[in-house]
C-alpha cells in the first residue's frame, strides 16, 4: 500500500478521533475542559485556573453574618476559614492571592472527571391557598402524620385520601403549586386573609423512593432532555388537564410534609437563613454544611440560555435535597416567582473549588 492511501486512512482516522473526542465531550449546558481530565475529586491545585474576582461578596458576607447568629457551633467550626476568605476579598479576591491569605483549593472533579459540576436551582414559591376547602382551593397540603403504626402511604394513595383530615393544614388551588413546593422543600402560603404570609417549612417525607417526573416526562418522549427544567414541567401542566397532571406526579411516590410557622426568613437543613445565590444544597457526604466553595456558574440570560460567559460566586453549603448527590450543587436563588423562574432553568455546568483554610487541611464528612 502507497503513502498515499495510508495517508487517506490516517487523515480518516484523525478525523474519527476528532469526531468521537467531540461526541464525549458536550458543550451544550456550559461544559468546559480547560483543565484536563482530574485524577482525583477534591484535588488540590496551587491556584483556580480562572478569571475575575467573586462577584457577590457582600452577599457572602451576608451569609456568613447569618450563619453566626444562627448556628454558632457551625460559625465556630469554621470561624478561621471565613476570615481569611473576608481578608482575601477585601483585598481584590483574585484566585492567585489565594494562598498569601493562607487559603488552599480544592478542585472538585465533575460528574465527568473533567471539572464539569452540574448546577441546578431551587427557591422558595409563594402559594395562595385557604384554611377550609372552598371553590377552587381544594387539593390539600399536609403536616408530618403522627403516630400511625403502619408505612406512610405513598403520594397516589395520599391523592385518593388515604391520610386523615386532621393532618391537613391548608388547601391550596394547584395541585402542581404543591408538588412544586415539595421539590423546593419550603415555601409561604397566602391565605387570603391580609395576615403575614405563613412559612411551610420542610416537615418530613413518606419514605417511599424518589422518582424525577422530570425523567418520566423525557422517557415518554413528552419534553426533549435537553429542554427539560421546572418550567418545561410547569408548561406541561398547563397544557395537560387535571387527571393527566395528577397521573404524571403519582409516578414519584415520594411525598413531602409540612411544618407551618410564623413568617420567617427561608432556612436550609442547617438552620441557617439562607441569601440567595450565596448558598446551595449539597451530597452532606461529600460536601458538609457549612463548606465555602468558589464557584464558576455559567450565566444565563432571561430565557434561560447560555450567554458564553461564566460569574464567579463565593457560597456556603447550607442545605441538602433528595436528588443532589455527588458533584452536584442546588444553587438557592431568592423567593417567588422570577427567582423560581430563573432557578428552574439551570441544568447547567460549572467548576468549583472547595476552599480550606491551609491549617486544618480538607475532611469529608465520612473521613
Known amino acids: 500500500m502507497n503513502m498515499r492511501v495510508w495517508g487517506k ?30 485524577s482525583q475529586n477534591l484535588q488540590l491545585v496551587n491556584t483556580p485556573n480562572a478569571e475575575g474576582s467573586p462577584v457577590n461578596a457582600r452577599d457572602f458576607a451576608t451569609q456568613i453574618g447569618y450563619i453566626s447568629k444562627a448556628s454558632p457551633r457551625l460559625y465556630d467550626n469554621n470561624r478561621e476559614l471565613f476570615s481569611a476568605i473576608e481578608h482575601w476579598m477585601l483585598s ?35 402559594l395562595q391557598a385557604r384554611h377550609t376547602r372552598q371553590g ?107 387527571a393527566e397532571v395528577r397521573e404524571l406526579l403519582e409516578q414519584n411516590p415520594s411525598f413531602v410534609f409540612f411544618k407551618p410557622e410564623s413568617y420567617t426568613l427561608v432556612r436550609g437543613a442547617s438552620a441557617v437563613p439562607l441569601v440567595a445565590k450565596a448558598s446551595v444544597a449539597s451530597d452532606k457526604s461529600l460536601i458538609p454544611p457549612g463548606t465555602a466553595l468558589l464557584a464558576e456558574v455559567p450565566v444565563l440570560d432571561e430565557k434561560g ?42 441544568n447547567h455546568y460549572g467548576r468549583v473549588w472547595v476552599l480550606k483554610k491551609a491549617s486544618s487541611g480538607f475532611l469529608t464528612a465520612n473521613q
Request: charged residues 20%; glycine residues 14%; positive net charge.
Open 92 to 126: 481584590g479576591g483574585d484566585t492567585c492571592d489565594l494562598t498569601a491569605f493562607g487559603l488552599l483549593a480544592y478542585q472538585m472533579e465533575g460528574e465527568d472527571k473533567y471539572g464539569n459540576v452540574k448546577f441546578t436551582g431551587y427557591y422558595t414559591p409563594v
Open 136 to 242: 377552587e382551593f381544594k387539593y390539600p397540603l399536609y403536616r408530618m402524620p403522627t403516630h400511625l403504626r403502619s408505612r406512610l402511604p405513598s403520594r397516589a394513595e395520599i391523592y385518593k385520601g388515604a391520610l386523615s383530615k386532621k393532618f391537613i393544614i391548608g388547601y391550596s388551588n394547584s395541585l402542581m403549586d404543591n408538588f412544586m413546593m415539595e421539590v423546593q422543600g419550603s415555601g409561604y402560603v397566602d391565605f387570603g386573609d391580609g395576615r403575614p404570609l405563613t412559612f411551610f417549612g420542610y416537615g418530613g417525607k413518606n419514605g417511599h423512593a424518589y422518582r424525577s417526573i422530570g425523567k418520566v416526562l423525557i422517557d415518554r418522549g413528552e419534553v426533549p432532555g435537553e429542554k427539560m427544567s421546572m418550567k418545561a414541567i410547569r408548561q406541561w401542566g398547563e397544557q395537560h388537564s387535571e
Open 9 to 38: 486512512y490516517l487523515l480518516v482516522g484523525c478525523v474519527i478521533s476528532i469526531l468521537a473526542g467531540c461526541h464525549f465531550r458536550p458543550t451544550d449546558q456550559a461544559q468546559q475542559y480547560k483543565d484536563g481530565r482530574i
Open 305 to 346: 440560555k447560555f450567554t458564553g460567559q461564566y460569574r464567579m460566586h463565593l457560597m456556603v453549603a447550607l442545605d441538602v435535597g433528595g436528588a443532589i448527590k455527588g458533584n452536584h450543587f442546588d444553587i438557592y436563588h431568592g423567593v417567588g416567582e422570577k427567582a423560581g423562574e430563573m432557578a428552574g432553568f439551570y
